[in-house]
């Protein structure tokens, strides 16, 4: 590890706390298949992230309502349930994050995240509030990753530089938007090569 490296940026969902709208549909639409069609032509992956985005969920759920009148009661599950979604913590990732600040560790979070789901998810997990020196969240500043402006906001508010930097990420396209933003990456798998992956840049977990 090149030693300026000595800060670490998580992404949140699926590193730290899991989601998967499959946690809430199962039960919803029991049928694999139908669920699969409602997820992939209805509540898709790219509706989704315009909340991510920034746009509010009343009128997300208004517009797709609209134009699926016939499934407007699963499209409002959606936002209505959408903690179901959250199984929890990721097994081991919040343990290296606390072993992370307990040596002092600088500690950030960059998420591709609604504003609104944001603020419900920090209630329900406490670490988001004490762990970080700083969170960038998508919807707040209507870029999200991989874009490599959403990497230099965080640097430029928080005064850091890109190559004392390292980032971990669930999504490959995620990790290579923070490379092209010039700070190491970590494209993670699980906790255990996470904590073996840090271990090895140097870091004390």
Known sequence: MPKSVNTVIFDIGNVL???????????????????????????????NLLQDLGR??????????AAHPDRKDLIAAYSDRWQEMVRGEVPGSVAILED???AGVPLYAITNFSAEKFTETRARFPFLNSAFRDIVVSAEERLLKPDRRIFETLLARNGLEASS???????MKNVEGARAAG???IHFTGADRLRADLAELGFPV
């Open 17 to 47: 706390i899991e989601w998967d709208p499959e946690n809430l549909y199962r039960t919803l639409i029991p049928d694999t298949d139908e669920r699969q069609r409602f997820l992939n032509e209805v509540c898709t992956m790219d509706w």
């Open 56 to 65: 509010s969920w009343a009128e997300a759920i208004e517009d797709l309502s």
């Open 100 to 102: 992370l600040k307990a």
């Open 165 to 171: 930097c390292v980032f971990i990420d669930d999504s």
């Open 183 to 185: 700070l190491e990456a």
